[in-house]
Every structure is written in C-alpha cells, then in structure tokens.
C-alpha cells in the first residue's frame, strides 16, 4: 500500500497498482492538466481546479474499497484499478465542453476511444491514443504482465458493457466520486466520508445487473442523488458556465471551417490552457479564432441575458443542425429591433449557446435492497431531459430591461420552431455577470 493525500477522502492507503501506473504513464500524467468541469469559473474557482487526474485516483481508490468488501472481485480486481485510471483517459479540454463541440461536427465518444488500450498497433489505436510527450506508457513498462490485466475487459469496464461498476445509467463508481467531490469543492457536503461509507454499502452480487444495498444504506443512495441535483444545478443554470461553454463551442466551429472535419478529434490531445495558448500563438490574426482564445484565457465573458428551458429533447439535433442557431439568433435580432431598434446596435447582436440539462438535475436510480432477506428493486426519483439555450451578447451596459426584451423575444422565436412549453430560468446565484479577471 502507498499513502496519499486526497482533499476529500484525506490519507489513504492506495494500493500499490495505482500510484505505479500513473507514475509510469504519461497518458494519465496528462490529467492533471485537464479540468473535471467543462468551464473555468470565478464565482465557483474551487469547482473548477479540480483535475480530471484528481477525481480518476478518487475513483481507483472507491474501486479498491469496493473490490476489498467483495471477495468475488478479487479475480479481477486489478482490471477494475486499472479501467478506474483508465475511464478518463480521452478526454479532451474543459471537460466534456470540447468533446460535445467537437461531436456536432464529427462523432466522439471518449469513452468508446479508450479501446487503443488493447488495440496498441492498430492505425485506428494510434490515431485514438492521447499524446503527452511520450508514448506507450501503460504498455512500455509491461505492467500487462506485472500485474496479469486483461485489458479486453479494462475496455468492457471502461464503457460499462463487462460490468455496472463504473459506468451505468443509474448509480455508479464514477458518479459517487465526481458527484461527491463537486459537492465538497462547493462546500455542500455534510460529511467526507459520505462516498467511502456508501460504497462499503454497495454489494456487487453474481447474476444481478446491479448494486444490492442494505435497506439501512439506502439514505446514503438518496442522499447521493439529492447532492447530484443540487450540484448540478448549481452551475448548469448559471450565465458564467452558458457563457463560458458558448465561447468554447465558437472557437471549435471556428476551427471546423478550416481543417477537414475528422481533423476535429485531434482536438482532444490537448490540455486546457493549452489548447487555447495553441489556438492564440497560431491562430490567423484575421479570423476570430484569436480572439475567442483570448476571450477565454482573460475570461472576458460574453453578457447572458438569461437561460430558457424546453422538455422537448427531441429537437435537440434539429437545433444542433448547421446554420439553425445562426438562423434563429437572426430572427431573434429582427423581433428585438421591430420592438426596441437601440438594443441590437452597434453591432451587439443576440446568440443563441444550446446544452442540455439531459438527466443531470433529475436522474431515476434504480438500486436493489435487502431487507429481512428479500432482495426488491427500488426506482429512486424519475428521469428529465431538458434543452437549454442561453441568450448572449456582447454588451456590456445591459440592464434587466435589456434582459427581459431578449428573452421574450427569443421565447416567441423558439416557440415557432416548436419548442412550445419554453420557460425563462430565473438566476440561481444571484447576480450571474462573471467579473473581467484573468484566471486564476
């Protein structure tokens, strides 16, 4: 066993696997570099320092403790270590911000990438591996043999079709660690221990296709799950992470102009601010390119004038289509100029940023309880999908007057278009304007 530090689980024995492979290998050495949240922010700085090689050991260690309270694991344990350290390990910048930028244009899946792990000589495995400074790190220091991992099942643990453990659609290793720690960097999480203790709960029983948990242990699921909602909400329906994440997806369609479009993946080799110091040293000083990299490293946000909500996610690739939002934020324009010609001059126009709030605020968790001996499945919760377009601009003189023009006259254009139950998502931290500093 190794000591370590974590800032939410405190000093923990590790067990020796873990820290050697991250050691010895540069691919998750690249990590630390690469943010847990898909923006930057100031209002929320703890949040957003947390590195996705952070919350990748928190995860390896949850799969240790699951592993060491199921003696049946014991087979393959170390695959489970290693697919923990390894589920991760394609992401692109800002956490999954690039990544859904990048699939609008040409499809990604980090998860589905990570099969270079097995298919280490193939074109397609190279071409899927992240590079940072060396290759071959998992391979080159043989720990296949070292530690006998059977990498054909790291990669079924990895995208959740060997095992529920870490990746499922309800409650998993992966959402207990990201979840809890989002929560704790918030300074929302009623106790440190929460994650360890819940997953000393959980049973992984042979035949079942999920967690069985004791009837006592089941608060701690609910409790999980009230955390996951309140945290996500917390930043999701923010105007810093709208604006935030709407410039990230301009500067990848502004690269999307320029390089074939399976050029795009290449995008996710790089770590966070160097992905956008690449894109302002190299950029052409005439596209718009440098500036939307400047804009964000100085975060200099656009204005959002506010967030409106839709239930019907099933236009959500129709709005995501080429040109759709440019040609909605255009008749938006025109509906504000008809009413209020000052507001959209200058050059100030109104766009449109779409996401989704799809099962993050509002997930059902289905789990198996025991109690007097009987094993029955509980459905926690119900499952909400919702589109998300936030409305900004450049102005920086905007008044709630200005505020309210714009969403009105962005609800009457999405209701044309069919989103017909859309509603205005009130501020949830107050005043939402992010401060003109540079990151710190």
Known sequence: MTTYYDPMYGEIDLDDLILDVVESCPELKRLKLIGMMNFKSVQMLPLTSISRLEHTIGLAYLAQLLASGNPHLQDWKNDLLVAALYHDVNCGSFGHSVEWAIDRFSPYNHEEKVSWVEETQTLAGLRDKP???????????????????????????????????????????????????????????????????????????????????????????????????????????????????????????????????????????????????????????????????????????????????????KLKRDLEKEGVLSDLSAHINAEINKRRGSFSSNGKLVSLHLTTDDRKTSRCIPILVEEAGRVHEELLGEDERYILLAVLSDRHDSSNRHDAYAIQATARVLKDFGLSDIEPIKKINGDSRAPQYALL
């Open 131 to 313: 590079i940072f400074l060396e290759q071959d790190g998992l391979h080159r220091h043989r720990h296949a043999d070292k530690y006998s991992i059977n990498f054909s099942r790291v990669n079924g643990l990895v995208n959740g079709t060997a095992s529920y453990v870490l990746n499922n659609s309800g409650i998993d290793l992966d959402n207990i660690d990201n979840v809890l720690r989002m929560a704790h960097s918030l300074g929302k999480l009623p106790k440190t221990d929460m994650g360890v203790e819940l997953v000393r709960r959980l049973r992984v029983v042979p035949g079942e296709s999920n967690f069985v948990i004791d009837s006592e242990g089941l608060g701690l699921v609910q409790e999980w799950r009230r955390q996951r909602s309140d945290v996500y909400e917390c930043f999701i329906y923010t105007h810093e992470y709208m604006a935030f994440e709407y410039l990230v997806f301009e500067l990848i369609q502004e690269h999307a102009k320029l390089v074939e479009t399976e050029g795009l993946a290449n995008l996710f080799h790089y770590t966070d601010e160097r992905l956008l110091w690449w894109f302002y040293d190299n950029a052409d000083p005439n596209t718009k390119l440098r500036d939307i990299a400047k804009r964000l490293l100085l975060h200099e946000l656009p204005h959002c004038h506010g967030i409106l909500r839709s239930s019907c996610f």
